[in-house]
C-alpha cells in the first residue's frame, strides 16, 4: 500500500502550480582579544593588491594531476550543460594550489572569468562571515551567545510565542524556531524598493513555530537579523564592519557587502572598481538556455547573503579558517568556532557557528553553499586534510551538479585510502547534553517495530503560515517497507533503504550514505527526523495534511467536475432544461476545472522561463486564480445549501441526485486542500 501511495505521489506531483515557488529555493571596531586592522573600502581607480602567488598543484605530490582532473570535471559540465562560467580556487596546507577561471562573466562582451578580479555572488556563504563578525563583538563584550536577542532590540522585538527566549547561539545554528516566509521578498530588482535591514526585519517577519533549539530549520530571516545586532553593536552599518573587521585584515580587498545602488552614499554603494568586475547572472530554461539577468538586490539581508567575491578572496578567506590564526578572532574562539553548538546528532550533519558541519569518506567538512536564482556557489573546508574547495557559477543548475560535488570528487579520488567510518560518533552521544534531540539516548527501550516509522514526512524548512507552504509539496519524503521487509526513504523519485544503528538511528546502505536520527512527541509516537541534509529536519504528517492528499483531491475534484458538465449536457439535450441546483454545479464545475487548467497552464509557462515568477511573487496570475478559488468556496457553500431541495426534485434521476452528492463533497475536499495550503484567503492581495 505504502508503494502504490508513493507512486501515486510522484504521478500527481506535475500537477501543483507550486513545484516552482522555492527559494534548493533565502552592520568603532576595537577587538579587545585581537587587533583588527581598519582598512579603507578600494578607490575607484585603484586595482587589488593581488598577494599570496599560486602554488602548482603539481609541486604537491599528494594532489598530483589536480589540476587536469578539475579541468576535465569542470570542462565536461560546461559543454554538457552550457554553463556560462565557472571560477575555482582550491587551497592546501596554506598555499593557493590551483586558481582558475572557465568560461565567461559576460556572454554577450565575451569577457572570460578572471579569478582574480570576476566577482561573484557568493549569497549565502555571507553567513559564515557573520558568524565570525558575531564572535568578534562576543569576544568585545558587546554580544553574549546565551542572552535574549531582545535584550539588544529597540526598534522592534520578537514576540515571546515560547516561554525560551531566542539566544544568538540558536541563530547561529539555524534553531531560533522560525517558519520560512521569504518568498517576493528575499530578492528585489528594483534597487529604489530596497529596504534597511530594519525595515525589512519589522516587515517581514516569520511566524515563531517551534520553542528554540527544538528542531534546525535554516532561517535567511535569522542570519539577518545577526546582521543587524552587529550593525547596532558595533555602530556601523554590516557593509563597512565587514571591510574594516574581516575583508581587509586578509586582504580580500575584492570581496564586499555593497551593493550597485545608484544615486546612494558612497558608505553602502558599491564602489565602481568592483562593479565593473561584476560577473553577469543568467537564469537557466528548461531548454538549458542562458539569459542575462539584472543585479538581485539583497542588502536589505545583508548579513544573510548579501556578499560578492572573487575566487581567488575566497582562497584567503579558506586559507584563515583552515589554519589556527589570530587575525580575525582569537585562538580560542577560532577553536570554538569548530565547534557545534548543539552537540546532540554526532552522524548527521551539524551547525558550527553558521558552518555546517559532517564527515566525507571519514573526514570532517565544514561546508556552506550560496545561491540566488542566477548564481550558485559552494566552500568545502576538510580540516584534517588541510583543504579547501571553493567553485562558483554564475548560473543555476537544473541539471548539473558540478558547484555541490566537486570538493568531495576531489577527496573521492585523492582520499579514497581513507575509509568512510560509519559508526564513528556514537560513543560521543553519551557526552551529548541533555536536549530534545538525545531523548533517545535516556535508556535502553524495547527495539520499535519498522512500521512505527512509516509515513510521509515534510521540511521544517518551509511556511507554515504563507501561501509559500505550497512549495513543500514538492518534496516530501516518504518512508515505507519493501517487500524484503526494509525501511526505504523515497525522496524526489530517488529511494533509499536503511539499516538500523541503534534505536531510532539508521543509515542508509548505499556507499556513504546519510544517518537518520527518529524523535517522538511526548506520546511516543515517532513525529520527526533529523539527517545530513543541512536545510533541516523533516516532520511526520497526517494523510489529510500530505502532498498525496492534495493531489487526490485536485484530481478527484477534476473528475467529478468533468462527469457533472457532461451529465448536465445530456439532461439539458433529453429534458431541455436545468434545475437552478444543476446550473449551480455547471458553474462551480468549470470554475474548478479553470482552477486546475489555470495550475497546469502556468507549470508550462513556468518550465520555460519562471525567473520573474519567483522574484515578483505572488504575481497578478497567483492573485487572479486565488480569487476564482474563493468563488468557488462561495459556490460550494451555496451547493451545501441547496442538497436538501436536490433530493427532494422528482423530475431528477438518483444518478444525478447521487452524482451532485458526491461533486458536492469533492468540492469540499478540495477547499479543504487549498485552506490546508494556505491558498484560500485575502490576505495575499
Known amino acids: ?253 575584492y570581496t564586499t557587502l555593497r551593493e550597485p545602488i545608484k544615486n546612494n552614499t558612497a558608505s553602502t554603494s558599491m564602489p565602481s572598481v568592483l562593479e565593473n568586475h561584476l560577473a553577469t547572472g543568467y537564469f537557466r530554461n528548461t531548454k538549458g538556455q542562458n539569459i542575462a539577468k539584472p543585479f538581485e538586490f539583497t542588502g536589505h539581508i545583508a548579513g544573510a547573503g548579501a556578499a560578492s567575491s572573487t575566487a581567488h578572496n575566497m582562497a584567503l578567506y579558506m586559507r584563515t579558517l583552515l589554519k589556527n590564526s589570530s587575525l580575525l578572532v582569537n585562538l580560542d574562539t577560532h577553536e570554538q568556532m569548530k565547534q557545534r553548538l548543539y552537540s546532540d546528532r554526532p552522524l548527521a550533519t551539524g551547525i558550527t557557528h553558521g558552518m555546517f558541519n559532517d564527515t566525507f569518506k571519514g573526514y570532517q567538512q565544514h561546508h556552506h553553499a550560496g545561491g540566488t536564482y542566477t548564481f550558485s556557489s559552494n566552500m568545502v573546508m576538510f580540516p584534517e586534510l588541510q583543504l579547501g574547495v571553493f567553485i562558483s557559477t554564475n548560473a543555476v543548475e537544473p541539471q548539473s551538479h558540478l558547484v555541490t560535488s566537486l570538493a568531495t570528487a576531489i577527496v573521492n579520488k585523492y582520499y579514497r585510502h581513507q575509509p568512510a567510518k560509519p559508526t564513528a560518533g556514537l560513543k560521543a552521544e553519551k557526552q551529548a547534553q541533555p536536549h530534545s534531540y538525545s531523548q533517545f539516548l535516556s535508556g535502553q527501550i524495547t527495539q520499535r517495530h519498522l512500521a512505527d516509522y512509516t509515513g510521509t514526512y515534510l521540511t521544517t524548512r518551509r511556511s507554515y503560515t504563507q501561501l509559500e507552504k505550497l512549495s513543500a509539496l514538492n518534496g516530501p519524503a516518504t518512508i515505507s517497507i519493501n517487500q524484503q521487509g526494509e525501511l526505504v526513504m523515497t525522496n524526489s523519485g530517488h529511494q533509499l533503504r536503511l539499516k538500523r544503528l541503534k534505536e531510532n538511528i539508521f543509515q542508509g546502505k548505499s556507499k556513504a550514505a546519510p544517518a537518520f536520527y527518529f524523535y517522538h512527541d511526548d506520546s511516543g509516537n515517532i513525529d520527526r527526523f533529523s539527517a545530513s541534509m543541512y536545510s533541516g529536519d523533516y516532520e511526520r504528517v497526517s494523510f489529510l495534511q500530505s502532498p498525496l492528499c492534495f493531489y487526490l483531491a485536485l484530481a478527484l475534484a477534476s473528475l467529478l467536475s468533468m462527469s457533472t458538465l457532461l451529465l448536465s449536457a445530456i439532461r439539458h439535450f433529453k429534458s431541455n432544461t436545468l434545475s437552478r441546483a444543476e446550473l449551480l454545479a455547471c458553474y462551480s464545475a468549470g470554475m474548478i476545472l479553470a482552477a486546475v487548467l489555470g495550475f497546469v497552464f502556468m507549470n508550462v509557462t513556468l518550465a520555460v522561463d519562471d525567473y520573474d515568477f519567483l522574484i515578483n511573487f505572488p504575481t497578478i496570475e497567483v492573485k487572479l486564480l486565488l480569487s476564482l478559488l474563493i468563488v468557488i468556496v462561495l459556490t460550494t457553500l451555496a451547493k451545501v445549501f441547496c442538497l436538501a431541495l436536490v433530493s427532494r426534485l422528482r423530475c431528477l434521476p438518483l444518478l444525478y441526485k447521487v452524482h451532485f452528492w458526491l461533486f458536492t463533497l469533492s468540492c469540499l475536499s478540495f477547499i479543504y486542500v487549498f485552506w490546508i495550503w494556505n491558498a484560500i484567503g485575502f490576505n495575499y492581495f
Open 1 to 253: 500500500m505504502n508503494t502504490i501511495r508513493t507512486d501515486l505521489l510522484l504521478m500527481l506531483r506535475r500537477l501543483s502550480l507550486m513545484l516552482f515557488i522555492g527559494i534548493g529555493l533565502n552592520q568603532p571596531v576595537c577587538a579587545s582579544a585581537h587587533p583588527i586592522c581598519c582598512g579603507q573600502t578600494v578607490p575607484n581607480n585603484e586595482k587589488p593588491n593581488r598577494q599570496n602567488p599560486l602554488t602548482p598543484a603539481s609541486k604537491t605530490q599528494e594532489l598530483k594531476g589536480l589540476q587536469k582532473y578539475v579541468d576535465y570535471l569542470i570542462n565536461t559540465e560546461i559543454a554538457r550543460h552550457n554553463l556560462p562560467g565557472v571560477a575555482v580556487s582550491i587551497v592546501k596546507d596554506d598555499k593557493i594550489i590551483l586558481l582558475k577561471g572557465y568560461g565567461f562573466a559576460d556572454l554577450n562582451n565575451q569577457i572570460k572569468v578572471d579569478p582574480n578580479d570576476t566577482l561573484f555572488r557568493i549569497a549565502s556563504i555571507t553567513k559564515t562571515m557573520t558568524a565570525i563578525a558575531v564572535m568578534q563583538l562576543v569576544e568585545q563584550g558587546k554580544l553574549e551567545i546565551d542572552a535574549d536577542i531582545n535584550d539588544y532590540l529597540s526598534a522592534f522585538k520578537i514576540p515571546n510565542t515560547f516561554n525560551e527566549p531566542i539566544t544568538i547561539g540558536a541563530l547561529l545554528s539555524h534553531r531560533a524556531g522560525f517558519e520560512q516566509a521569504d518568498a517576493g521578498n528575499l530578492f528585489v530588482q528594483n534597487p529604489l524598493e530596497v529596504l534597511s535591514t530594519e525595515q525589512y526585519l519589522a516587515t517581514h517577519m516569520p511566524q515563531r513555530i517551534w520553542p528554540p533549539g527544538h528542531l534546525v530549520s535554516y532561517s535567511n530571516y535569522g542570519f539577518a537579523l545577526l546582521g543587524y545586532l552587529v550593525e547596532l553593536q558595533s555602530g556601523m552599518n554590516l557593509a563597512t564592519y565587514m571591510d574594516h573587521a574581516i575583508f581587509s585584515p586578509l586582504g580580500m580587498s
